[in-house]
């Protein structure tokens, strides 16, 4: 750990160098998630006594549906890290332009569509029927909050893509950097409308729209300020990398969709079947683990470039001793967090929620144990993604999505939210785990060999 940069014109000089950036990232994304859960935490804290259980649901899943639907990207911003942690190891100057300024094009257009295609949804769904609702009021609420999020949305997906190009420069800590200033500016905010405002689609902007708005001008300025924007040339960088950055994307889109299907949906799916009021039990379980998964998170969220990088130059030592590090940290670590939320559970919820919501013992049993399993999961996939292994994840992952969805229908009818997590765990250990271990080992210990 130090401010200036290590020398990279040996392989041990670039070891050093990845683990010091590795380092910074990890410091500054410590910064913003500690920022990130306490906005969390603030927000349910200021907003589930007045909104109640009803509206309180509807926001959990708007919110949820951040990290469900991020698939609309197409899957650029993830294609975008290695792009951008190839060019950068080659040390292509004009390379790293025509791949940022083909990327951001795609991501405006992309982000335009999706805005209108969501916006379109917003109007047209049935949301009393579907969130089972109690009054109409409620469900106007809910399709101008579903209007105002598919805008905010949009704008997301333009800042979110951004970001990672700093990421697949090895910069994570600035992106984290600006993350951390979009949260703060997001608190006071937050925290102003909910005294007054308490509208849903409101309360979305203070957050989620804040933080999206703030990024993206940040970003701007810091790729402007370093010579990478030339918007002269957007539109040819876009035709030169239409078919590597799709091509790629297209991948990395198969996988957010799996992902979303196998599991980011599941408060859209706890609402469609047993409502917002249980979607409110579950939406506060699931924060409340979050604080066990996002240490995790911290660990192996600058480790992709960084295996990226590596791969690029046949580093293997480094991705050897590295992604055995992460692993057996993040299962130690994440284990351990877990556990202890479980015991503190009921008397956290307590005082978090100030008694509105109740959450029962045996769904925080099942986070609990889904959580220990969930981190092993986050620890490898940020390895198969920085050494390019995304086809067998596709494979992977649509193979679970087959078997656990209906397992997550009928345990969610059978056993409420709780069944439902349990059911999640029970088809990651038989198809992820299972898979991975023996069909895909040789591809996941290729790389890692010592030659």
Same mark, same amino acid.
């Given at each position: 750990?130090r401010i ?6 040996s392989e041990?000089?670039?070891?050093a160098e990845? &683990?010091r950036l ?5 410091i500054?994304t410590?910064s913003?998630? +500690?920022?990130? $859960?306490?906005l $969390? ?7 589930? !006594?007045?909104l109640?259980?009803?509206?309180f649901?509807v926001?959990?899943t708007f919110?949820?549906?951040v990290? $469900?639907?991020? #698939?609309l ?12 942690a190839? /060019?950068t190891?080659n040390g292509?100057?004009s390379k790293?332009t ?5 990327g951001?094009?795609?991501l405006?257009?992309?982000g ?7 916006a379109?949804?917003?109007y047209?769904l049935?949301?009393r029927g579907?969130f089972?609702? *109690? *009054?109409?009021s ?6 101008a909050a579903?209007l105002? @999020?598919?805008?905010? #949305?949009g704008?997301?997906i333009?800042s ?7 990421a697949g420069?090895q910069?994570? &800590?600035e992106?984290?950097l600006?993350?951390l200033a979009?949260?703060i500016?997001s608190? !006071? ?6 005294r007054?405002?308490t509208r849903v689609?409101?309360?979305? +902007?203070?957050?989620f729209g804040?933080?999206?708005l703030?990024s ?6 810091i790729?402007r300020a370093?010579g990478?924007l =030339? @918007?002269?040339?957007?539109a ?16 990395f %889109?198969i996988l957010q969709?799996?992902?979303m299907?196998?599991?980011g949906?599941d408060?859209l799916?706890v ?5 917002? *009021?249980?979607v409110a *039990? &579950?939406a506060i379980?699931?924060r409340? +683990?979050?604080f066990a998964?996002?240490p995790?998170?911290?660990l192996?969220t600058?480790?992709? !470039?960084a295996y990226a990088d590596?791969?690029?130059r046949?580093?293997?030592?480094f991705l050897? =001793?590295t992604?055995?590090?992460?692993f057996?940290?993040s299962l130690?670590i994440?284990?351990?967090?877990a556990?202890?939320?479980?015991l503190?559970?009921?008397f956290?919820? /307590?005082?978090?929620?100030m ?5 029962p013992t ?5 986070f609990?144990?889904?959580?220990s399993i969930?981190v092993?999961g986050?620890?490898?996939? $940020?390895y ?6 995304v ?9 679970f999505?087959?078997?656990?969805? !209906? ?6 009818r059978?056993?409420?939210p709780?069944?439902l997590? %349990?059911a999640?765990?029970?088809?990651y250990v ?5 898979? &991975?271990?023996t ?8 790389p890692?060999k010592?030659?």
């Open positions: 750990m200036s940069p290590f020398a990279t014109n041990q000089g670039r070891t990845r &683990y590795a380092g910074l990232g990890a500054a410590v913003s998630r +500690f920022g990130s $859960m306490a $969390m935490v603030l927000t349910v804290r200021w907003v589930a !006594p007045v109640g259980a009803e509206r649901g926001w959990a919110s949820s549906l990290a $469900m639907l991020s #698939f990207d197409l899957g650029v911003g993830n294609a975008l890290i290695n792009q951008i190839h /060019a190891a292509n100057s790293i025509t791949v940022v300024m083909g951001l094009g795609w405006v257009t992309i335009i569509i999706a805005a209108l295609v969501l379109g949804a917003g047209l049935p949301w579907l089972k609702l *109690s *009054s109409p409620i469900a106007d609420e809910a399709r579903a105002i @999020f598919s805008f905010l #949305f704008l997301n333009i979110g893509g951004l970001l990672k190009v700093l420069q910069r994570s &800590y992106s984290q600006i993350t979009g949260i500016v608190v !006071p905010t937050t925290w102003i409308v909910a007054g405002d689609g409101t309360l979305l +902007f203070a957050g804040l933080q999206a703030v993206l001008l940040a970003v701007l300025v790729l370093r990478i =030339d @918007f002269s040339v957007i040819a960088s876009m035709r030169k990398q239409r078919a590597t950055v799709l091509s790629s994307g297209s991948l %889109l969709i799996g992902t299907v196998g599991w949906g408060a799916l609402a469609s079947i047993s409502g917002a *009021s249980d *039990s &579950y379980a699931q409340l +683990f979050l998964s996002q995790v998170g911290v192996n600058t480790l992709w !470039p590596a791969f690029a046949a580093d293997r030592r050897r =001793d992604f055995r590090r992460s057996f940290l130690s994440g284990t351990t967090l556990v202890c939320l479980f503190m559970g009921p956290v919820v /307590a005082r978090w929620t008694n509105a919501i109740p959450v045996i769904l925080l049993g099942a609990a144990l889904w959580t969930e092993g986050t620890a490898l996939g $940020m198969l993604n920085g050494v390019g292994i086809r067998a994840q596709v494979l992977v992952v649509s193979i999505c087959a078997i656990a969805l !209906p397992a997550k229908v009928w345990g969610l059978h056993g409420g709780a069944g997590v %349990l999640t765990s029970v088809s038989v198809t992820v785990v299972t898979l &991975y271990g069909v895909f080992r040789k591809a996941i210990t290729e890692i010592i030659i």
